[in-house]
């Protein structure tokens, strides 16, 4: 009779993000050698502005068809798309650092406009309880409510 084996939760932890990691090196390599192979193709004008814009509005009608979107995105959604490929395959460094700036800003800008938007905090039952100390006993002229603003 075989003896199961055991494995411990760190053991297991490990093993999967060596998994994960193994995957995102993969997935970045197979991102450099589209990247080259288009930027190839591109060059040898393979492929297109026009193709590239047609193979946008293509992709988000097979989305649509397939139920994974409600409805096709307008022109101006397709052209973005396009153009922000186009940007990454013509290699055009400064837009894209514009473009990443841009982004960042928007991010940061975000961040601080949920940081400054009013919170809900909740009393813990201590507060709740120094609260039912400092109240008046029921039937007293004083309110009895417990709600702090």
Not at 12 to 41: C, P, Q, Y
Request: no cysteine.
């Amino acid at each position: 009779m075989a003896v199961p084996m055991q494995i411990s939760l760190e053991e297991v932890i490990t093993m999967l993000l060596s998994r994960v990691e193994g995957l995102a090196v993969s997935d970045e390599n197979n991102k450099t050698r589209f990247n080259v192979v288009m930027r190839v193709l591109y060059k040898k004008g393979v492929i297109t502005d026009e193709d590239v814009t047609e193979s946008v509005r293509e992709e988000h009608r097979m989305l649509k068809e397939l139920g994974m979107m409600q409805e096709l995105p307008g022109e101006d959604v397709v052209n973005a798309v396009a153009g922000s490929i186009l940007q990454w395959i013509r290699g055009d460094v400064d837009v894209i650092k514009r473009a990443m700036e841009e982004y960042d800003k928007k991010l940061k800008e975000y961040a601080r406009e949920e940081q400054s938007r009013s919170k809900i905090a909740v009393a813990s039952s201590d507060v709740l309880h120094q609260l039912d100390r400092l109240s008046p006993p029921p039937g007293s002229s004083r309110g009895g409510g417990k709600l702090i603003i």
